[in-house]
């Protein structure tokens, strides 16, 4: 004859979560210009993408909200973040054309895709952080969507 069960379904997933976490994700996406002072092929040109990023954050589930973190809340920090790119152009700050292109922004090497996911994670964490002292929640995730195929992610180490 079968043990009998003990524990409600509730108390078994609640004890199976001190093993794991909880992230939520929230999409965002924008318009902004960038070349390439380094490639070899089209990316050299001054061009635009639509950019789409996903934003993972982790955190312990608030017990009165049932939440990690408000998606409104979310959009609040990500968008005041987001909103220095929209409608942007970023170039090499070592690019020779930036003397032709004055609204092009200066960028810290090369606004590929990585070192722009690199970027808005610093800066989303950055935000985060301004909101919540205490280490949760916390950013985990950036991934940057250059194309509907080409991505580039930053994870927290
Ligand atoms: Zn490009």
Same mark, same amino acid.
């Given at each position: ?21 909880? &992230? ?16 070899? #092929? ?5 061009? #635009? ?16 909200? #049932?939440?990690?973190?408000? $998606? ?36 810290? #090497?090369?606004? &590929? ?7 808005? $994670? ?36």
């Amino acid at each position: 004859m079968p043990k009998q069960k003990t524990t409600t379904e509730m108390e078994d997933i609640l004890a199976e979560l001190k093993y794991s976490f909880v &992230t939520i994700t929230r999409e965002y996406s924008w318009e902004m210009g960038h070349a390439l002072m380094n490639h070899k #092929g089209k990316c050299y040109n001054i061009h #635009g993408h639509n950019y789409r990023m996903e934003v993972e954050i982790r955190g312990d589930i608030n017990p009165n909200t #049932g939440m990690v973190m408000d $998606f409104s809340q979310v959009d609040d920090i990500i968008e005041s973040v987001i909103i220095k790119y929209d409608h942007k152009l970023f170039m090499n700050k070592k690019d020779p054309r930036m003397k032709l292109v004055q609204e092009a922004y200066p960028f810290e #090497g090369e606004p &590929t895709a990585e070192n722009l996911a690199w970027v808005l $994670f610093y800066k989303t964490d950055l935000a985060i952080d301004d909101e919540y002292a205490n280490d949760t929640p916390r950013l985990e995730r950036v991934t940057l969507y250059e194309t509907d195929k080409a991505s580039a992610t930053v994870l927290r180490s």
